[in-house]
């Protein structure tokens, strides 16, 4: 497995993968996804032997994004990363690639962040996800609405500290 940089040439399979997993991520079309790569603070490609096998998106306070949920973490916290988005492709889950992305962002983001934030669906219910991210050290911090009503959000922290 290889976790990189992401380049214009994955944002297609990286969009058909998004929008493979609507409704735990929102829709996007290709010149947005291209948009949200370009202010990112990180964007990540995971490659297993060449293959493309997921995604995923980091934000900084301050970027122009209108993500109700970016919103939060934006009035709630003065300095955080948001993972905005993280797929991965189902011919590769089980092949550790979330946890590897993660284990990349913490080592990325510690130092120049004090918490990494991000949210999983409780309505529809993402118990994976949920369950998931509460094992690698996420907490619930807050709950909103979303999608008009359609969707409730668990929004999730894990500070970023430094190994000692």
């Known amino acids: 497995m290889n976790i990189r940089e ?23 079309d290709l010149p947005e996804i291209g948009r949200l790569v370009s202010i990112s603070h990180a964007a990540l490609t995971a490659e297993v032997d060449g293959e493309f096998a997921g995604f995923c998106i980091v934000f900084a306070p301050g970027v122009d994004y209108g993500s109700l949920n970016y919103g939060w973490f934006s009035r709630t916290y003065d300095d955080f990363a948001y993972l905005d988005r993280i797929a991965v492709h189902p011919s590769f889950r089980r092949y550790g690639i979330g946890r590897a992305f993660y284990a990349e962002l913490v080592q990325r983001l510690t130092g120049q962040f004090p918490l990494l934030a991000c949210e999983v669906n409780v309505r529809p219910r993402n118990d994976a996800s949920l369950a998931f991210h509460h094992s690698i050290g996420f907490r619930e911090v807050g709950q909103q609405d979303t999608d008009g009503g359609k969707k409730t959000v668990s929004l999730l922290a894990m500070p970023l500290e430094p190994l000692s």
């Open 6 to 28: 992401t380049s214009t040439n994955d944002l297609e399979a990286a969009l058909a993968l998004n929008n493979a997993n609507v409704p735990e991520l929102n829709e996007l």
